[in-house]
């Protein structure tokens, strides 16, 4: 059984979303996996007369109508045609990016929605952050984002999976995805948990951290995950520091070609300031990332 039945993809024409594409039709089986290929025409705001800043004009669509659909629809089934068979289907709607694609993964059913990062910029996006990670904060699904096409004509392939895991809490949902991705791509699973920079006297006042609890229980979780069904044994790294720069610290150090993040996680002062993980790890990944809500329909393993 795949890990995703119903996958939406955000196709924008641009270079990273063909990427995104060819990394969907990876993850997708024949005659297991619906794929559905949305293009959004964003509504553009048009201003007959001058308005403070932030105001919006009347806004319609930039070209409109079923002609200009239809032509879209075409240059999508062109430019988005998988190369093994795969059900494939394509969608053209009017509106705002982040809320269209929204709106058809539930009118879809999608368990997955796969998307680039960069595409067009504008007034909206500059005020409330880029459409992925809009859809990443408000999505119920699983959200597969890459970054720009910063790497051209980078293989889309699985090798090595990284898999951020929590102790106290750790998400089911997302590690289940990892571990399914790993049997199903014959990939490397690397878990790894960052412990906290939480600083203790010992009674000779020297400074030092206690990892053995977390070691212990980072080994139970790696335990439990490990099975004669995958390629590789999953492996765990125990890691000190700020969450996201050791997360990207580690996929760069065992070449990964995917992470996947569960999204409810600690919470603190440096997820504050900066956002959530899961988004400081989009913005500074090198490879695609993969974040699993605890509500995600993610298919149970057979």
Do not use: W
């Amino acid at each position: 059984m795949p890990a995703f039945r119903s996958v939406l993809l955000a196709a924008d024409f641009s270079e990273s979303s063909r990427e995104a594409f060819l990394l969907a039709c990876s993850l997708a089986h024949e005659q297991k996996t619906r794929l559905v290929v949305l293009h959004v025409v964003e509504r553009m705001p048009i201003v007959e007369q001058a308005v403070a800043f932030g105001d919006a004009g009347e806004v319609v669509p930039l070209e409109g109508g079923q002609p200009h659909h239809d032509a879209l629809r075409e240059r999508l089934v062109e430019l988005y045609a998988p190369s093994h068979p795969i059900d494939v289907s394509y969608v053209v709607r009017d509106g705002d990016p982040a809320g269209e694609v929204l709106r058809l993964a539930h009118d879809v059913g999608a368990d997955l929605i796969v998307m680039g990062t960069h595409g067009r910029t504008g007034l909206r996006r500059l005020l409330a952050g880029s459409v992925a990670e809009s859809v990443l904060r408000k999505a119920g699904h699983a959200v597969l984002a890459l970054r720009g096409a910063e790497q051209p004509g980078r293989s889309v392939s699985i090798g090595t999976i990284v898999h951020p895991v929590e102790l106290e809490e750790p998400s089911e949902v997302a590690l289940s995805a990892a571990r399914s991705l790993a049997r199903e791509q014959g990939a490397r699973l690397v878990l790894v948990y960052v412990a906290p920079l939480d600083l203790m006297l010992n009674p000779r006042g020297t400074l030092f951290l206690d990892l053995e609890d977390y070691e212990r229980a980072l080994e139970a979780i790696r335990a439990r995950t490990d099975g004669p069904d995958l390629k590789y044994p999953v492996e765990a790294r125990l890691e000190r520091g700020a969450p996201a720069g050791e997360i990207l610290r580690v996929a760069r150090e065992t070449g990964c070609d995917l992470i996947v993040m569960g999204t409810h996680g600690r919470s603190g002062l440096s997820r504050f300031l900066a956002g959530s993980v899961a988004e400081a790890v989009l913005r500074g990944s090198h490879c695609p990332v993969l974040a699993v809500k605890e509500a995600a329909s993610v298919v149970a393993e057979a």
